[in-house]
Each structure stands twice: as structure tokens, then as C-alpha cells.
């Protein structure tokens, strides 16, 4: 069975700082592209960032490029999403996948697994 689990969000002011962490156990971590999307009430699930198998390539969407940092450490099946000068429009809950592979993983649809999620909440 194949389990992901978030934590670390909460609310902050904007200008704020927040570290997301997602543990997975129940799959071979290392083979797996590791993701973070967001979605807000109402919204499509929006795609945050990726990270390889590896840990040598990541991406990020345009929107938070600069601003977050997305990392994993395979010996303890973590990765880890480092979220600073926060926005209110970074607000939404946010939510760890993971993919067999790397190709896709920018994409909703070829998320293989999900969390459940955590909320973040940016005000002024």
C-alpha cells in the first residue's frame, strides 16, 4: 500500500516562510519523480514543482520559480518543499504525488499517487 503524507502548512503573513514536507512509504522512492501541485476551492489542480528520482533535476512553475525550493532525501523517503516570500495567491492546500519515471510529471493526469494534502494560508 502505498502511502504519502504532508505536513507543515499553516498560516503566514505575506513575506512569509513555510517548509512542506511529504513521506511516502509503500514504493521504491528513489524510482518515483516526486511532485507538489496546489488547488484552491473551486480551481483545477495547478502544478507547483518536481523533483527526478535522483534529486539531480527539478522544475518549477513559473509562478513560484525564484521563491520555492523542492528537494527530496532518499534515505528517508522525504522530500521537502522550502516555500519563502509567500503570496496570498500561494494560498490553496497543497498536495504531494509521485510518478513511475519523470516524463509527465508537470501534468495532473500521470500523477500515479497522491497525498491527502495541507492547507496553506498567506494574509497580510
Known amino acids: 500500500q502505498v502511502t504519502l503524507v504532508e505536513s507543515g502548512g499553516g498560516s503566514v503573513q505575506d513575506g512569509g516562510f513555510l517548509r512542506l514536507s511529504c513521506s511516502a512509504s509503500?514504493?521504491?522512492?528513489?524510482?518515483?519523480?516526486m511532485v507538489w501541485f496546489r488547488q484552491a476551492p473551486g480551481k483545477e489542480r495547478e502544478f507547483v514543482a518536481t523533483?527526478?528520482?535522483?534529486?539531480?533535476?527539478?522544475s518549477y512553475a513559473d509562478s513560484v520559480k525564484g521563491r520555492f525550493t523542492f528537494s527530496r532525501d532518499n534515505a528517508k523517503n522525504i522530500t521537502f518543499l522550502e516555500m519563502k516570500n509567500l503570496k496570498a495567491e500561494d494560498t490553496s492546500v497543497y498536495l504531494c504525488?509521485?510518478?513511475?519515471?519523470?516524463?509527465?510529471?508537470?501534468?495532473?493526469?500521470?500523477?500515479?499517487?497522491w497525498g491527502q494534502g495541507t492547507q496553506v494560508t498567506v494574509s497580510s
Open positions: 523533483v527526478s528520482g535522483s534529486g539531480f533535476l527539478t
Open positions: 509503500g514504493l521504491a522512492f528513489s524510482s518515483y519523480t
Open positions: 504525488g509521485a510518478r513511475l519515471g519523470y516524463s509527465g510529471s508537470r501534468y495532473a493526469t500521470n500523477i500515479d499517487y
